[in-house]
């Protein structure tokens, strides 16, 4: 086909600008999402199981062979210490009682005139150590009968919450025949086991974290109180007792809760996981740093990683605080080759707003194309 020359000329100039489509299209500054590398309250964390147990517990029963007279308490019903529960006949010993405190005070209207006339030499001393005697007597059998008699009345012997009544009025109850039981709720015990390789960093004092499926996993937060001073033979575990506060009631006895033991609390610095490369065991970040002309490009940095939590990982070695890295836009910037930052994550904002961010540079031709119209 024959062309006039014009038109060849036309198509070298469009084949040349073809050709730099790429060039042009490339040479525009990769948009990065960064994030700041900051210290963070850290620790390592081991996770548990453990069974809740109320801070004092105790089942109330009779001590003694009688019938219920009088019951002071619903099920469930929060106590105060030394509340009366349940009262049982006591007509015998309070009968008894009254003829014991009537001869205490015989005894003792003898034993003071047997005292006056041996003072004044009209009474001998072995009469005086006779009356002295049935005094003494009288008195231990008034304790003896007292303290019968408390047994027919059943106290609260702390502050707490009873649980189900399993008597009625008028039953006959034994020794040993449950009444009731109370649990003093205001703080729970969590017992649980811990492979007895953590040792080392178990102490009173340490915080833990629990949370129960039974209510939502709701967290609560406590503290070790205790660690067992043997070890399992069979398992390497070791008991240990953490407190939790209870101050609405909601934590029972007998829950099952997840435990995370937080171990070797300390000041570390983070960053998000998103920002952390791989190359077999090592670990890299595309740190900012500012290029030869005054650009802000990217540094391929080694570091040293800890522990990790959810979304961030901790940095040991090859960073320092407040530098910047990046976590999204990664695949696109290069080490050394300047780069536009879109926004930076600190966290408060979801990812999808940060990516419908225009970078800085955008916003800035914008507001000058704005100001000059």
Known sequence: MNLPPASFATMRVVLSLLLLLPAVATSAAPAVIVAEAKPTSWADRTE?????????????????????????????????????????????????????????????????????LAERGSASASLLDER??????????????????????????????????????????????????????RTMKLDFTVPSVFLPSLRPGLAIEARAPALGERGFDGEISAVDTRIDPVTRSVQVRALLPNPQRVLRPGLLMRVELLRNPRRALTVPEEA??????????????????????????????????????????????????ITHGNDKAKPGEPITVMAIDDGTRPLAELLAQKPAADAAESSAAATSE
């Open 132 to 185: 002295r005697r049935e005094l003494d007597t009288a008195r231990a059998s008034l304790v003896a009968v007292e303290s019968r008699l408390k047994d027919r009345v059943v106290k609260a012997p702390f502050a707490g919450v009873v649980g189900l009544r399993n008597i009625s009025l008028g039953a006959l109850v034994e020794p040993g025949d449950v009444i009731t039981t109370l649990d003093d709720d």
């Open 48 to 116: 548990a199981l453990g069974t809740l147990r109320a801070d004092e517990s105790v089942v109330i029963t009779a001590n003694v062979t009688e019938t219920i007279s009088a019951i002071h308490f619903d099920d469930g019903q929060r106590v105060d210490a030394g509340d009366v529960l349940v009262e049982m006949t006591s007509a015998e010993e309070t009968a008894l009682l009254e003829e014991v405190r009537a001869r205490v005070d015989e005894a003792e209207r003898q034993y003071e005139r047997v005292q006056s």
């Open 276 to 325: 952390l490369l791989h190359r077999g065991d090592d670990h890299f970040v595309l740190a900012l740093t500012e290029g030869e002309d005054g650009a802000t490009v990217p540094e391929r940095r080694q570091v040293q990683i800890g522990a990790r939590r959810p979304g961030f990982v901790e940095i040991t070695s090859g960073l320092d605080a407040g530098e910047r890295v």
